[in-house]
């Protein structure tokens, strides 16, 4: 089933079979962490550093749902779900990252993929989403080459076993996170700080890419697509000084163009190469690397949440205001001023402005013209509670989702072929460093009774879907 053809019924305000979904991620929800063969992934060892993760927290037990997915599925069915992405964990399916399948593993990912049939909700699944087994980050992570080929295997193996049900294949969930915010800063697994590694495993993602893709093309019906998810940013200059526009030329290169351009132009940008030729002569990228990632796929994924403003910063005294925790994780930003965008934040502290979510789809459209794209992450935390009646009020995510899908909306209107909007999150969950002070779900999740109260945002949201329309 191609993406174009993702069940959903036609919408006004949105085009004929545009995809409803929602979104999770396999350590974030699942628990059950030393259950069914699972063995460690980076995040359960990182977890366990002390400071690394706010609270001490961990996602052993996350939102329960290894145990309770029969309850989330009968909720994503009531919200009226046409789509539900989630990641398969590769530490459950192949216990190490080496050798033979996990049964076990893939026995839950068999119920749950069929669950989701039987309640006519399209599964989308990502094979990657940060939680490398931990016995191959101890033989180097990575930064070693042989990750790449060792995450092939494992794309083989989950499409040899959910192949004929799963017809929507995600190879990576934001590899700029796993390489600069993993290797470079340090703040996500494995916490190694060190900008040449980061920039080594950001080249080996992107093999593992071009190799997954070729492993699941060999083992899928011919009708299955293929994607990648990628969190672009929407790089903006303070103003229109040459500093400043150079600064955003550096940051749009170590962002998305050093992405974007091995991916779909089997090439690196000469600029990113010599922004960062003091760090390395990336002589990692060996004959034939760029051919294999740039294998054709079928749609791009975009994970957007706030813009990116920079400016040059010639005395390197400005404080980095970017989003991000600790040092900075960008390579090569000496001289590089990053500052919040105006407007109301959310409770990550991050500038809410949709606008840059249309910059990026629009420009996407005349990048690369043609390339069907989906919305695969978007959505806000805020200080949610529940009140003395039970209910959970939530208006500035309401808000916040309106003028996103408003933005989408526009920029379909202006030719940008998007297929559809996977929300962030459909349950409150584990948020990584954050642990579990950050809420990006509609539903939000009693941690200590695992109990679920869907939000105001989730019955807006399911009004959305059933009606195509974005109601005031």
């Given at each position: 089933?191609?993406?174009?053809?993702?069940?959903?019924?036609?919408?006004?305000?949105?085009?004929?079979?545009?995809?409803?979904?929602?979104?999770?991620?396999?350590?974030?929800?699942?628990?059950?962490?030393?259950?069914?063969?699972?063995?460690?992934?980076?995040?359960?060892?990182?977890?366990?550093?002390?400071?690394?993760?706010?609270?001490?927290?961990?996602?052993?037990?996350?939102?329960?749902?290894?145990?309770?997915?029969?309850?989330?599925?009968?909720?994503?069915?009531?919200?009226?779900?046409?789509?539900?992405?989630?990641?398969?964990?590769?530490?459950?399916?192949?216990?190490?990252?080496?050798?033979?399948?996990?049964?076990?593993?893939?026995?839950?990912?068999?119920?749950?993929?069929?669950?989701?049939?039987?309640?006519?909700?399209?599964?989308?699944?990502?094979?990657?989403?940060?939680?490398?087994?931990?016995?191959?980050?101890?033989?180097?992570?990575?930064?070693?080459?042989?990750?790449?080929?060792?995450?092939?295997?494992?794309?083989?193996?989950?499409?040899?076993?959910?192949?004929?049900?799963?017809?929507?294949?995600?190879?990576?969930?934001?590899?700029?996170?796993?390489?600069?915010?993993?290797?470079?800063?340090?703040?996500?697994?494995?916490?190694?700080?060190?900008?040449?590694?980061?920039?080594?495993?950001?080249?080996?993602?992107?093999?593992?890419?071009?190799?997954?893709?070729?492993?699941?093309?060999?083992?899928?019906?011919?009708?299955?697509?293929?994607?990648?998810?990628l969190n672009l940013a929407a790089v903006r200059p303070l103003t229109d000084a040459p500093g400043d526009l150079d600064a955003a030329r550096r940051i749009d290169g170590l962002a998305n163009r050093i992405f974007l351009d091995p991916v779909f132009h089997g090439r690196y940008p000469a600029d990113v190469l010599a922004d960062t030729a003091h760090l390395t002569d990336w002589s990692f990228v060996h004959d034939?690397?760029?051919?294999?990632?740039?294998?054709?796929?079928?749609?791009?994924?975009?994970?957007?949440?706030?813009?990116?403003?920079?400016?040059?910063?010639?005395?390197?005294?400005?404080?980095?205001?970017?989003?991000?925790?600790?040092?900075?994780?960008?390579?090569?930003?000496?001289?590089?001023?990053?500052?919040?965008?105006?407007?109301?934040?959310?409770?990550?502290?991050?500038?809410?402005?949709?606008?840059?979510?249309?910059?990026?789809?629009?420009?996407?459209?005349?990048?690369?013209?043609?390339?069907?794209?989906?919305?695969?992450?978007?959505?806000?935390?805020?200080?949610?509670?529940?009140?003395?009646?039970?209910?959970?009020?939530?208006?500035?995510?309401?808000?916040?989702?309106?003028?996103?899908?408003?933005?989408?909306?526009?920029?379909?209107?202006?030719?940008?072929?998007?297929?559809?909007?996977?929300?962030?999150?459909?349950?409150?969950?584990?948020?990584?460093?954050?642990?579990?002070?950050?809420?990006?779900?509609?539903?939000?999740?009693?941690?200590?009774?695992?109990?679920?109260?869907?939000?105001?945002?989730?019955?807006?949201?399911?009004?959305?879907?059933?009606?195509?329309?974005?109601?005031?």
């Open positions: 089933m191609s993406v174009e053809a993702l069940p959903a019924p036609v919408r006004t305000g949105f085009p004929p079979g545009f995809v409803w979904g929602a979104a999770t991620a396999a350590y974030q929800i699942e628990g059950a962490a030393a259950e069914g063969g699972r063995t460690p992934s980076i995040w359960d060892t990182f977890s366990r550093v002390p400071g690394a993760v706010r609270n001490g927290d961990t996602g052993d037990i996350a939102v329960d749902h290894y145990h309770r997915w029969r309850d989330d599925l009968a909720l994503m069915a009531d919200l009226g779900l046409g789509a539900y992405r989630f990641s398969l964990a590769w530490p459950r399916i192949q216990p190490g990252g080496r050798g033979p399948a996990n049964e076990a593993g893939l026995e839950f990912y068999d119920r749950l993929v069929d669950g989701l049939l039987e309640h006519g909700i399209t599964p989308v699944a990502t094979l990657y989403h940060w939680d490398l087994p931990q016995e191959l980050e101890d033989a180097g992570g990575w930064p070693e080459r042989d990750t790449a080929y060792r995450f092939a295997e494992y794309a083989a193996i989950a499409a040899r076993r959910l192949g004929d049900r799963i017809s929507t294949w995600t190879t990576f969930n934001e590899p700029w996170c796993s390489a600069f915010l993993g290797y470079g800063n340090g703040v996500h697994a494995p916490g190694r700080k060190d900008p040449v590694d980061a920039l080594t495993a950001h080249h080996h993602l992107l093999l593992a890419h071009g190799l997954g893709t070729a492993a699941l093309r060999a083992e899928l019906p011919a009708a299955a697509q293929v994607s990648l998810t034939g690397d760029l051919a294999e990632i740039s294998r054709p796929i079928d749609s791009l994924g975009i994970n957007y949440y706030t813009p990116t403003v920079v400016a040059a910063d010639p005395t390197g005294s400005a404080p980095r205001q970017d989003g991000h925790q600790g040092d900075s994780p960008w390579p090569a930003d000496r001289g590089i001023r990053f500052l919040p965008a105006a407007g109301s934040r959310t409770a990550m502290d991050w500038p809410v402005d949709a606008d840059g979510l249309y910059e990026l789809l629009v420009r996407l459209r005349d990048d690369l013209p043609g390339l069907p794209l989906l919305v695969t992450e978007n959505g806000a935390a805020y200080e949610d509670y529940c009140d003395p009646s039970g209910d959970v009020h939530d208006p500035e995510r309401v808000a916040y989702l309106r003028g996103h899908l408003g933005a989408v909306r526009r920029a379909i209107e202006e030719g940008a072929p998007v297929k559809g909007y996977f929300l962030w999150s459909l349950l409150d969950n584990f948020e990584w460093a954050y642990g579990y002070s950050k809420r990006f779900g509609i539903v939000h999740v009693d941690f200590a009774s695992q109990r679920r109260t869907p939000k105001d945002s989730a019955r807006w949201y399911a009004q959305v879907m059933r009606t195509g329309e974005l109601p005031d």
